[in-house]
């Protein structure tokens, strides 16, 4: 679990989108995770000296950390999940930054981020072509297919949310997981 959360958090492909669309806060359930799987890698310590040395001091903080350990684990899971699903927070937060870069397509860099992320995703607008119409702006090129011709039909903010679900959902899934196996223990 450490290794992917620490993955999801440094790649530097993703790190760069989430920096483009200011979207930070998807990044809490991802620190919770990370908190907590180095919290597991201590339990193993202490889990290790209480076996070794039959303290009973040690295997009250073995206990304490499982316990500890779980509530983490399933807070950060649910943190990500909020964060990174379907009519989650997220999307909110990625519709004011597409909108906000729409608006400002007339600037450089606010154009830039705008053809790089509509682009590699294969999105228009916030919602669909319509944001650009609703706003009094042209319709760029990179919001159609570049064989048809074709509009983008889906938004940008319903799939970078798709995109983010599939990252998030394998790191959730090990996470709820792993609390499975220290209730079980």
């Keep these: 679990m450490f290794g992917l959360a620490v993955w999801l958090r440094v790649e530097p492909g993703f790190q760069e989108w ?26 193993a310590f202490f889990g290790s000296a209480a076996a070794l040395m039959e303290s009973a001091l040690f295997l009250w903080i073995n206990i304490g950390l499982q316990l500890f350990t779980f509530i983490f684990g399933l807070a950060g899971a649910a943190v990500l999940l909020d964060y990174s699903t379907y009519d989650s927070k997220i999307q909110p937060i990625i519709h004011r930054s597409m909108t906000s870069l729409i608006v400002n397509s007339q600037y450089h860099r606010q154009s830039q981020i705008l053809k790089i992320v509509q682009e590699n995703i294969g999105c228009c607008g916030a919602n669909g072509p319509m944001d650009y119409l609703d706003l009094l702006k042209p319709l760029p090129s990179e919001c159609r297919d570049t064989v048809t011709g074709n509009a983008f039909f889906h938004g940008c903010v319903d799939e970078l949310t798709w995109y983010l679900e599939s990252r998030s959902g394998w790191l959730a899934g090990l996470a709820l997981t792993l609390c499975m196996l220290h209730f079980l223990k």
């Design 18 to 43: 989430v920096e483009f669309l200011d979207l930070g806060d998807y990044y809490i359930g991802t620190y919770i995770l990370i908190v907590a799987s180095v919290i597991v890698m201590v339990i």
